[in-house]
């Protein structure tokens, strides 16, 4: 989970991301990925938006070994940049 945003603001960000790039309103942090819409296309454009607009990484790994919402949840970090800074300045 990230260090800079809370387990519920990390959930709601995840959450709403998911449920914009897979077009499903109904996704809950229990849901498995795939069985909501989810595909391996859809994979980067989730990582993307969660690095873009909420400096969030998750690992592509993570889709694979525990695809539950919940579980990406807690696999997200902060992104770090090259220098080992993370993004959000702390």
Known sequence: MSDNLSRADTESAVLLVLCDVIGNDAISL?????????????????????RNE?????????????ARVDSLVSACRPVVRVDGARCDGQ
């Open 54 to 66: 909420f400096s969030l990484d998750l690992d592509l790994r993570q889709f694979w070994v525990n």
């Open 30 to 50: 229990h849901d498995d990925f795939y069985m909501v819409g989810g595909h391996s296309l859809l994979i980067l454009k989730i990582r993307h938006r969660l």
